[in-house]
């Protein structure tokens, strides 16, 4: 069994879970267990498990991770 969740950048986030659809600060998410069986690749990976029903929740506002938006914030840096 494995154990994943991603760090974001503030724990207050919002995160919703996909099943259940409850609204959780992502410091309140539980690690996601076994997600290599749970998501595909390519897809965007969850903030972590809803920890009411065990879902996966993801962020509301996902940032941008793209090599667009990396250059876009260096430039404006």
Do not use: F, K, W
């Amino acid at each position: 069994m494995t154990q994943c969740y991603i760090q974001t950048e503030n724990d207050d986030d919002p995160c919703i879970c996909d099943d259940c659809g409850e609204t959780h600060r992502a410091d309140e998410l539980d690690m996601v267990t076994d997600i290599e069986e749970r998501i595909s690749p390519g897809e965007i990976v969850p903030a972590g498990q809803c920890p009411s029903c065990g879902a996966l929740a993801h962020l509301v506002n996902p940032p941008e991770y793209s090599a667009q938006a990396r250059l876009q914030r260096y430039e404006g840096a």
